[in-house]
């Protein structure tokens, strides 16, 4: 079974940053796509970004040029670099990894953003 591990949550005043970690079970080649999921309270889940094995990415309007997705191989590890936050980026994140016709999902990390 594959775990996705995310840390690196927390409460950030607006404008500030935060990064968040993934680390998969297995090498994060081994996956066709890994990315990012964002739900807020009362909200349905949605894309933040996702990466595929190629390097290309795709971002969700509402974030793009704050937020940065990267991988370190070493590591085994993606990243989420969350700049110049906002309130409305109150979520829990979620890591999510595709391989063929299954997605995984990580437990999530709550990210507070106050005004």
């Known amino acids: 079974q594959v775990q996705l591990v995310e840390s690196g949550g927390g409460l950030v005043q607006a404008g500030g940053s935060l990064r968040l970690s993934c680390v998969p079970s297995e090498n994060i080649f081994s996956f066709n796509v890994m990315g990012w999921y964002r739900q807020a309270p009362g909200k349905q889940r949605e894309l933040v970004v996702r990466?595929?094995?190629?390097?290309?990415?795709n971002y969700a309007d509402s974030v793009k040029g704050r937020f940065t997705i990267s991988r370190d191989n070493s590591k085994n590890t993606v990243y989420l670099q969350m700049s110049t936050l906002k309130p409305e980026d109150t979520a829990v994140y979620y890591c999510?990894?595709?391989?063929?016709?299954?997605?995984?999902w990580g437990q999530g990390t709550q990210v507070t953003v106050s005004s």
């Open positions: 990466i595929d094995s190629g390097g290309n990415t």
């Open positions: 999510t990894a595709f391989r063929q016709s299954r997605q995984y």
